[in-house]
């Protein structure tokens, strides 16, 4: 029984370490997640931005500019191109290791459920141990208790049957 109460006590322990590299994991998921975030807000402003500068453009060619502005508008085209094209690419590579966290969650989430399986199962063993130990303790108090009341009344019989003789 102290074996198994043992064994109760590791498994509990490593249940406790299987949670906390869960959490650990998920922080850093978490984080990577704020990051594709970042980025996605990053390339929506730029979005915005592009679209600021095409209605700018438009202003110019309806005011007839648009050939004096073109180097201006070609410039700035290929920034924002330049930009959106460094921004997706930090975004592939940051999504790559958002999925690379989010299995290595998975690993630790599925570590975690089987650790608590083999808690759990140990934990009912111990339980039936107990209960079967707690049966067999009251099936010998239960027995001695029969015992002492079969030997009060035999000791009560005994002790009246001399009497009943003198008599």
């Known amino acids: 029984m102290e074996q198994h109460e043992k064994l109760v006590e590791v498994r509990d322990a490593q249940l406790q370490s299987a949670h906390a590299e869960l959490a650990r994991r998920a922080t850093v998921r978490n984080r990577i997640r704020q990051e594709v975030e970042r980025v996605e807000a990053a390339l929506q402003a730029l979005a915005a931005q592009r679209a600021a500068w095409d209605q700018q453009w ?28 460094d921004l997706e690419e930090e975004r592939a590579s940051i999504v790559e290791c958002l999925l690379e966290a989010q299995q290595e969650v998975d690993a630790a989430r599925a570590r975690t459920r089987k650790q608590y399986e083999a808690l759990t199962q140990i934990m009912d063993v111990v339980g039936q141990m107990k209960q079967k130990r707690r049966q067999e303790q009251e099936a010998r108090n239960v027995q001695r208790s029969e015992d002492a009341v079969a030997a009060s009344w035999y000791l009560a019989r005994k002790a009246t049957a001399p009497e009943a003789r003198h008599e």
């Open 58 to 85: 438009q202003a110019w060619i309806q005011q007839g500019g648009a050939l004096q502005r073109g180097k201006d508008y070609a410039d700035q085209h290929l920034k924002i191109a330049a930009l959106e094209n």
